[in-house]
């Protein structure tokens, strides 16, 4: 079963660090790009970031680090100062094939909670 | 880069045909064919329903299908059933801000 589980998520004070990792299974992950994408309470989706390359949105930029292991089959999401509008649940989700031209997301995690309050 | 615009709500009775707008830009859906629209049910992950405009992933129902005029792009669902009512977003490619943006969502109402 193809698969993502998301994990790593809590309660963090603005200004702190989090580290968000999602593992893969029943794929060949390292063909894959991968994506972060976030919802607010109550909010829309946002997109975070996406690592073949490494992209990011303008609003986490030089504050959030998107890496993979791949011979793990994990994706992380590096936060740093973090502020309260960050908080929601962080879903990791696969992109498109390498060399694609195709941007969609496929599968997708279960989501995890990051709250950023004091 | 501000989100794709879509209306708030739509609602239908069971057995009808609703379509959702989703308006962006040149710069997303205007000029380039990837856009895709996924359902949300409260509490759930996001479900990916539509790819490129108009091509369905195994396994959705052929009752959803989605198409694409200059710089919108419409999710139809025919014979509306109980299990659609839910949000659903439109997403594209843009060339503005990489590399994603997604729509305001659509709540969906089956009266």
């Known amino acids: 079963e193809v698969q993502l589980v998301e994990s790593g998520g809590g309660l963090v004070e603005p200004g702190g660090s989090l580290r968000l990792s999602c593992t893969a299974s029943g794929f060949t992950f390292n063909i894959y790009t991968l994506n972060w994408v976030r919802q607010a309470p109550g909010k829309g989706l946002e997109w975070v970031a996406s690592?073949?390359?490494?992209y990011y949105a303008d609003s986490v930029k030089g504050r959030f680090t998107i890496s993979r292991d791949n011979a793990k089959n994990s994706l992380h999401l590096q936060m740093n100062g973090l502020r309260a509008e960050d908080t929601g649940v962080y879903y990791c989700?696969?992109?498109?094939?390498?060399?694609?031209?195709?941007?969609?997301?496929?599968?997708w995690g279960n989501g995890i909670t990051v709250t950023v309050s004091s | 880069q501000s989100a794709l615009t879509q209306p708030a709500s739509v609602s239908g009775s069971p057995g009808q045909s609703i379509t959702i707008s989703c308006t962006g830009t040149s710069s997303d859906i205007g000029t380039y064919n990837s856009v895709s629209w996924y359902q949300q049910h409260p509490g759930k992950a996001p479900k990916l329903m539509i790819y490129?405009?108009?091509n369905r992933p195994s396994g959705v129902s052929t009752r959803f299908s989605g198409s694409k005029s200059g710089n919108t792009a419409s999710l139809t669902i025919s014979g509306l059933q109980a299990e659609d009512e839910a949000d659903y977003y439109c997403?594209?490619?843009?060339?503005?801000?990489?590399?994603?943006?997604f729509g305001t969502g659509t709540k969906v109402t089956v009266l």
């Open positions: 997403s594209s490619f843009t060339s503005i801000s990489p590399l994603y943006v």
């Open positions: 690592i073949s390359y490494t």
């Open positions: 989700a696969r992109g498109q094939k390498l060399g694609s031209d195709d941007y969609y997301m496929d599968v």
């Open positions: 490129d405009v108009i």
